[in-house]
C-alpha cells in the first residue's frame, strides 16, 4: 500500500479553507481540496460531524476517537476546530477564521447560515477576496431560485430527480441507484472544481465570489445523454440494462465464471474482436457493418459474440483480448486490492487508525501532477483536534 504523504507541496499549496461540511458530499469536495494541498480545517458542531460515529469500526479501534471509514475516506488530510455556531462566541472566532481564510465551504440547508447571521454577504464584508463554496440539494436563490430549495435531500433523491435512476436498471425491471453515491460525490467534485477557479480569480483580482452547485443540477449534467436524445429524436430514453443505445459491441457480458466489460464500437475494434475471438466472418458481415447498423441490433450481436466468452474464465478473456479491444474483468473489492495497476497507481493508501497498531486502507488521489503531486496527506481528525488560535498562527493572522 502507498504511504501518506505530507511532506510533498500540493498545488494549493498555502490555499486556507474552512470546511463547515458534513456527510458526503461536501466533505468530498473539501478532501480533493486537501489532496491537492490546501490547508483545510473543518469546522466542527460539538457533537461532529455525523458520520464520525456511522462506521465501519473494527474490533480494537477506539471509538472515542470517532473516526470510522465513512469519516476517514474523505475527510482525510484535514484539520479539525470545535465552535457552537449557535452561540455568540463561536460565531465570532469563526468571523476570526474568514478573516484569515481563502474558502469557506459548506453545505447546510438553505437559510440555515443566514438565520445565524453568517450568509455570504455578512462573511464578504469581513473578507471580499472570499471564495464561499455552496453545495445542496437543489442550489441556492442567487443563482436561480428552485421552487424545491428549501427540501432536504440526499444521494439518492438527487440521483431520481436528476434523471440517472430513470436510464439505469434493468431493461424490464425497477431503476437502480449508482453503488457509489453519484448524487453526492460528483457534485462535490464539480464544487471543487468551481471552488480552484474562483480562488483563481481572486488571486487575479482580489474579488470573490459565491459558488454554488445543486446536486440535482449536478447528476442532470452527468447524465447529458438522455437531454440530447430526448431533444433530437423526441424519445423519454429508459433503462437498457448493460447495452449502450448509440454504441454496440458496448456490454457487459458473462463468462465461465464471472463478468467482463467488452466495448469494441468502432470499425477497427469490431473486426480485431471477431477475429480474436474466431468468427473473422462477421466482420465482412454486412448485417453487422459499421456501428448504428450494431447498435440496432446489440441483441444479435451479443447472442453471437457471447457464446465465446461463456466458454472461457474471466482471466482467459482478458488474456486473449487485453490490448487488442477495451476490454476489463468487473473487479470487486478483493480484486482491486490485488490488481498491480492500484499498486502502481498507489490508489490504495493506508492511514493512522487511532487506537489501533494496524492502519485502514482507503482510496487514494486519482489525480496526478507531475511537479506538485496531489496525494493523502495524513489521517482524518479527531474531533476538535486544532485549536482557532493554533489555526490563526499558521495562517498568518
Same mark, same amino acid.
Given at each position: /500500500?502507498?504511504?501518506?504523504?505530507?511532506?510533498?507541496?500540493?498545488?494549493?499549496?498555502?490555499?486556507?479553507?474552512?470546511?463547515?461540511?458534513? %456527510?458526503?458530499?461536501?466533505?468530498?469536495?473539501? %478532501?480533493?481540496?486537501?489532496?491537492?494541498?490546501?490547508?483545510?480545517?473543518?469546522?466542527?458542531?460539538?457533537? &461532529?460531524?455525523?458520520?464520525?460515529?456511522?462506521?465501519?469500526?473494527?474490533?480494537?479501534?477506539?471509538? #472515542?476517537?470517532?473516526?470510522?471509514?465513512? @469519516?476517514?475516506?474523505?475527510?482525510?488530510?484535514?484539520? !479539525?476546530?470545535?465552535?457552537?455556531?449557535?452561540?455568540? $462566541?463561536?460565531?465570532?472566532?469563526?468571523?476570526?477564521?474568514?478573516?484569515?481564510?481563502?474558502?469557506?465551504? #459548506?453545505?447546510? !440547508?438553505?437559510?440555515? /447560515?443566514?438565520? *445565524?447571521?453568517?450568509?455570504?454577504?455578512?462573511?464578504?464584508?469581513?473578507?471580499?477576496?472570499?471564495?464561499?463554496?455552496?453545495?445542496?440539494?437543489?442550489?441556492?436563490?442567487?443563482?436561480?431560485?428552485?421552487?424545491? #430549495?428549501?427540501?432536504?435531500?440526499?444521494?439518492?433523491?438527487?440521483?431520481?430527480? &436528476?434523471?440517472?435512476?430513470?436510464?439505469?436498471?434493468?431493461?424490464?425491471?425497477?431503476?437502480?441507484?449508482?453503488?457509489?453515491?453519484?448524487?453526492?460525490?460528483?457534485?462535490?467534485?464539480?464544487?471543487?472544481?468551481?471552488?480552484? !477557479?474562483?480562488?483563481?480569480?481572486?488571486?487575479?483580482?482580489?474579488?470573490?465570489?459565491?459558488?454554488?452547485?445543486? %446536486?440535482?443540477?449536478?447528476?442532470?449534467? *452527468?447524465?447529458?445523454? /438522455?437531454?440530447?436524445?430526448? !431533444?433530437?429524436?423526441?424519445?423519454?430514453?429508459?433503462?437498457?440494462?448493460?447495452?449502450?443505445?448509440?454504441?454496440?459491441?458496448?456490454?457487459?457480458?458473462?463468462?465461465?465464471?464471472?463478468?467482463?466489460?467488452?466495448?469494441?464500437?468502432?470499425?477497427?475494434?469490431?473486426?480485431?474482436?471477431?477475429?480474436?475471438?474466431?468468427?473473422?466472418?462477421?466482420?465482412?458481415?454486412?448485417?453487422?457493418?459499421?456501428?448504428?447498423?450494431?447498435?440496432?441490433?446489440?441483441?444479435?450481436?451479443?447472442?453471437?459474440?457471447?457464446?465465446? @466468452?461463456?466458454?472461457?474464465?474471466?482471466?482467459?478473456?482478458?488474456?486473449?483480448?487485453?490490448?487488442?479491444?477495451?476490454?476489463?474483468?468487473?473487479?470487486?473489492?478483493?480484486?482491486? @486490492?490485488?490488481?498491480?495497476?492500484?499498486?502502481?497507481?498507489? /490508489?490504495?493508501?493506508?492511514?493512522?487508525?487511532?487506537?489501533?497498531? $494496524?492502519?485502514?486502507?482507503?482510496?487514494?488521489?486519482? %489525480?496526478?501532477?507531475?511537479?506538485?503531486?496531489?496525494?493523502?496527506?495524513?489521517?482524518?481528525?479527531?474531533?476538535?483536534?486544532?485549536?482557532?488560535?493554533?489555526?490563526?498562527?499558521?495562517?498568518?493572522?
Amino acid at each position: /500500500m502507498a504511504e501518506t504523504s505530507a511532506t510533498r507541496p500540493g498545488p494549493l499549496a498555502g490555499v486556507r479553507v474552512l470546511d463547515l461540511t458534513a %456527510m458526503l458530499a461536501g466533505p468530498y469536495a473539501t %478532501m480533493l481540496l486537501a489532496d491537492l494541498g490546501a490547508d483545510v480545517v473543518k469546522i466542527e458542531p460539538p457533537a &461532529g460531524d455525523t458520520t464520525r460515529i456511522v462506521g465501519p469500526l473494527r474490533p480494537g479501534d477506539d471509538p #472515542e476517537k470517532a473516526l470510522g471509514g465513512y @469519516f476517514q475516506s474523505v475527510n482525510r488530510g484535514k484539520g !479539525s476546530v470545535v465552535l457552537d455556531l449557535k452561540t455568540e $462566541e463561536g460565531k465570532g472566532r469563526l468571523i476570526e477564521l474568514v478573516r484569515a481564510a481563502d474558502v469557506l465551504v #459548506e453545505n447546510y !440547508s438553505a437559510g440555515v /447560515m443566514e438565520r *445565524l447571521g453568517l450568509d455570504y454577504e455578512v462573511l464578504a464584508a469581513e473578507n471580499p477576496r472570499l471564495v464561499y463554496g455552496a453545495l445542496r440539494g437543489f442550489g441556492d436563490h442567487r443563482s436561480g431560485a428552485s421552487p424545491y #430549495e428549501r427540501w432536504p435531500a440526499l444521494d439518492v433523491v438527487a440521483q431520481a430527480m &436528476g434523471g440517472f435512476l430513470s436510464i439505469t436498471g434493468t431493461e424490464d425491471g425497477a431503476p437502480v441507484k449508482s453503488g457509489p453515491g453519484i448524487g453526492d460525490i460528483f457534485p462535490g467534485a464539480l464544487l471543487a472544481l468551481g471552488i480552484v !477557479s474562483a480562488v483563481r480569480h481572486a488571486e487575479r483580482t482580489g474579488e470573490g465570489q459565491f459558488v454554488d452547485v445543486a %446536486m440535482y443540477d449536478a447528476v442532470l449534467a *452527468l447524465c447529458e445523454r /438522455m437531454v440530447y436524445q430526448h !431533444s433530437m429524436l423526441g424519445i423519454v430514453p429508459r433503462p437498457e440494462g448493460n447495452k449502450h443505445p448509440l454504441l454496440s459491441p458496448f456490454d457487459i457480458l458473462p463468462t465461465a465464471d464471472g463478468w467482463i466489460a467488452v466495448a469494441a464500437p468502432q470499425e477497427r475494434l469490431w473486426h480485431a474482436l471477431v477475429r480474436t475471438i474466431g468468427r473473422p466472418e462477421l466482420a465482412e458481415d454486412e448485417r453487422f457493418a459499421g456501428n448504428a447498423t450494431r447498435a440496432r441490433r446489440s441483441e444479435e450481436v451479443r447472442a453471437l459474440i457471447g457464446p465465446w @466468452f461463456l466458454e472461457r474464465t474471466t482471466a482467459e478473456a482478458v488474456q486473449a483480448l487485453g490490448g487488442v479491444v477495451p476490454v476489463g474483468p468487473v473487479n470487486d473489492a478483493a480484486a482491486v @486490492f490485488a490488481d498491480p495497476h492500484v499498486a502502481a497507481r498507489e /490508489m490504495l493508501v493506508d492511514v493512522e487508525q487511532p487506537g489501533s497498531a $494496524e492502519p485502514v486502507t482507503i482510496v487514494g488521489s486519482p %489525480m496526478k501532477l507531475s511537479r506538485t503531486p496531489s496525494s493523502v496527506r495524513g489521517r482524518g481528525p479527531a474531533l476538535g483536534e486544532d485549536d482557532v488560535d493554533v489555526v490563526l498562527g499558521r495562517w498568518g493572522r
